[in-house]
């Protein structure tokens, strides 16, 4: 039942915030990115630091929008 209003708040989020949608398309930029390094057979030592390094900037990017959408979820109750 806890991830309908977390679900609405993304949602309106998505509708209405500029942050967010720029947050979740450079998250979905990285996650491309990462898709694309990681499909590689033998990565070279450049491309290994790149996906680990592109990783912890989309885990960076995804706490910063749950927090959003937590702060937008409180606000609703």
């Given at each position: ?14 509708a ?37 390094r ?24």
């Amino acid at each position: 039942m806890e991830k309908m209003p977390t679900q609405q708040a993304r949602a309106e989020l998505m509708a209405t915030s500029d942050e967010f949608r720029r947050l979740a398309a450079q998250h979905s930029s990285y996650d491309r990115r990462i898709e694309e390094l990681s499909s590689r057979k033998f990565p070279s030592q450049e491309e290994q630091i790149e996906e680990a390094r592109l990783k912890k900037l989309k885990l960076h990017l995804k706490d910063q929008m749950q927090h959003m959408v937590e702060d937008a979820d409180e606000s609703v109750h």
